[in-house]
T-cell receptor
Framework: SQKIEQNSEALNIQEGKTATLTCNYT??????LQWYRQDPGRGPVFLLL?????KEKRKERLKVTFDTTLKQSLFHITASQPADSATYLC????????????FGTGTQLKVEL | EPEVTQTPSHQVTQMGQEVILRCVPI?????FYWYRQILGQKVEFLVS????????KSEIFDDQFSVERPDGSNFTLKIRSTKLEDSAMYFC?????????????FGAGTRLSVL
């Protein structure tokens, strides 16, 4: 069955450092992968989308890479700030069907002063 | 900025009762979704809806669940006879496009508590 794994333990980093979050998947050939941010008691908020034929995408302090051979995506937040503290979700999608997103369990990031 | 709105924010119901969760997607979006998240667990897909019909549903979305777009703005999820295990946060989402441009915008959710 499809499996999407993210760092299960919370990630604590110091302000100003780069946070790197990992998303690994098995038994899946996604056409695209997305990263979302979720704050407690709130819905996911879209951050970045990367397609299977793309290696890297950037948006301001965010960078995502996608390696379909390793079946892995890395999500980087540079110059991290306490306001970046949240849970980050990766979500995979396939073409066709109903556009469903399959989410990982998420990684909780805490940026400390 | 346009957003997906969901009502109510919290719904408490007795087991066996029917509930309707309501959503107003972003106005120019064409694709609509429901997801749920049991406390401490991952976000799970329930159903997607396009062109007035269900385009995909998960195993969770059994005969107790139904969706409807009763007018041009609302999108509802009905659970006919709630069970204790239906207690979760329910998220509505919408997107302009499907396929590889499928960026979904989520509402704040409805917390459903079944007693």
């Amino acid at each position: 069955s499809q499996k999407i794994e993210q760092n299960s333990e919370a990630l604590n980093i110091q302000e100003g450092k780069t946070a790197t979050l990992t998303c690994n998947y098995t038994n899946y050939s996604p056409a695209y992968l997305q990263w979302y941010r979720q704050d407690p008691g709130r819905g996911p908020v879209f951050l970045l989308l990367i397609r299977e034929n793309e290696k890297e995408k950037r948006k301001e302090r965010l960078k995502v890479t996608f390696d379909t051979t390793l079946k892995q995506s890395l999500f980087h937040i540079t110059a991290s700030q306490p306001a970046d503290s949240a849970t980050y979700l990766c979500a995979l999608g396939a073409l066709g069907g109903g556009n469903k997103l399959t989410f990982g369990t998420g990684t909780q990031l805490k940026v400390e002063l | 900025e346009p957003e997906v709105t969901q009502t109510p924010s919290h719904q408490v119901t007795q087991m066996g009762q029917e509930v309707i969760l309501r959503c107003v997607p972003i106005s120019n979006h064409l694709y609509f979704y429901w997801y749920r998240q049991i406390l401490g667990q991952k976000v799970e897909f329930l159903v997607s809806f396009y062109n007035n019909e269900i385009s995909e549903k998960s195993e969770i979305f059994d005969d107790q669940f139904s969706v409807e777009r009763p007018d041009g703005s609302n999108f509802t999820l009905k659970i006919r006879s709630t069970k204790l295990e239906d207690s979760a946060m329910y998220f509505c989402a919408s997107s302009v496009s499907g396929g590889a441009k499928n960026i979904q915008y989520f509402g704040a959710g409805t917390r459903l508590s079944v007693l």
